[in-house]
C-alpha cells in the first residue's frame, strides 16, 4: 500500500489542533528527511500554500487532507500516522513507517 494514512485517534487530534490555532481550512503538510547517520525526522504542520505549485501528492483519510512534497512522498509510502500515548498522560504523534530504517512493526495494531 503505497497511501499515506491518519488514524482516527490521530485525526482527531488534528482537527482539533487545526481549530484551536485557526488553520482548521488547511491542509496538513507531511514531511521526512534523513539525517546524516541514517535515521529519519519527521515533521506535520498546517499548510497555508496547500498544493499551488501543482508538484505535491494529497491525500485524504479519516477527514485530514494531506499534502506532501514528492520528495518526502517516496520515504512516506505506507506511512500510517498515529497518536499515542507513549508514557502515562504523555501522548504523541507517531509515524509507523515501513521505508524507516528504525520502525519495528507491532503485532496488533490499533486503529
Known amino acids: 500500500m503505497d497511501e499515506v494514512s491518519i488514524t482516527q485517534t490521530a485525526a482527531q487530534q488534528i482537527k482539533k489542533s487545526a481549530v484551536e490555532s485557526q488553520t482548521d481550512n488547511l491542509p496538513l503538510r507531511i514531511a521526512v528527511t534523513v539525517k546524516p547517520d ?10 497555508d500554500v496547500g498544493n499551488a505549485k501543482g508538484v505535491d501528492i494529497t491525500y ?6 494531506i499534502v506532501i512534497a514528492k520528495t518526502s512522498y517516496e520515504l512516506l509510502k505506507g506511512t500510517v500516522v498515529d497518536y499515542a500515548e507513549l508514557e502515562p498522560k504523555q501522548f504523541h504523534f507517531v509515524f ?9 512493526p507491532s503485532v496488533s495494531t490499533k486503529e
Open 96 to 104: 509507523l513507517n515501513p521505508n524507516d530504517p528504525n520502525y519495528t
Open 60 to 65: 485524504h483519510s479519516n477527514g485530514v487532507d
Open 38 to 47: 541514517g535515521s529519519f525526522h519527521y515533521g506535520m504542520g498546517f499548510d
